[in-house]
Nanobody, 114 residues
C-alpha cells in the first residue's frame, strides 16, 4: 500500500524558514517524479515544485529562488526547503507521487504570521 506522510509544517514568522518532508512507503520513489503542492483556503491546489527521478526540478514562478526541492532516494523522502516565508505562503502543503493515478499525502499546515 502506497502511503505518503508529510511533516515539518507549523507556525512561522514572516521571513522565517521551514523544511517540509514527505516520506513515502510501499514503493520506491527512485524512478518517479514527486511534487509539492499547496492549497490556501478558498483557492485551488497549485504546484509549488517537483523533482524528477533524474533530479530535474521545476518551480512555480511565485516561489523561484525561495524554495528548494530535493530528494533522498535511500530514505524514500522528498524535501521542500522554504525560505523568506510570507503570509501568502500560508496553506496546507501536500506531496504527490506521480505513480499510476497519483498518490497524495494528508498534508501539513504552514502558517506564516507574526
Amino acid at each position: 500500500q502506497v502511503q505518503l506522510v508529510e511533516s515539518g509544517g507549523g507556525l512561522v514568522q514572516p521571513g522565517g524558514s521551514l523544511r517540509l518532508s514527505c516520506v513515502v512507503s510501499g514503493i520506491s520513489i527512485r524512478v518517479y517524479t514527486v511534487g509539492w503542492y499547496r492549497q490556501a483556503p478558498g483557492k485551488q491546489r497549485e504546484l509549488v515544485a517537483s523533482i524528477s527521478s533524474g533530479g530535474s526540478t521545476n518551480y512555480a514562478d511565485s516561489v523561484k529562488g525561495l524554495v528548494t526541492i530535493s530528494r533522498d532516494n535511500a530514505k524514500n523522502t522528498v524535501y521542500l526547503q522554504m525560505n523568506s516565508l510570507k503570509p501568502e505562503d500560508t496553506a496546507a502543503y501536500y506531496c504527490r507521487l506521480n505513480y499510476q493515478r497519483g498518490y497524495w499525502g494528508q498534508g501539513t499546515q504552514v502558517t506564516v504570521s507574526s
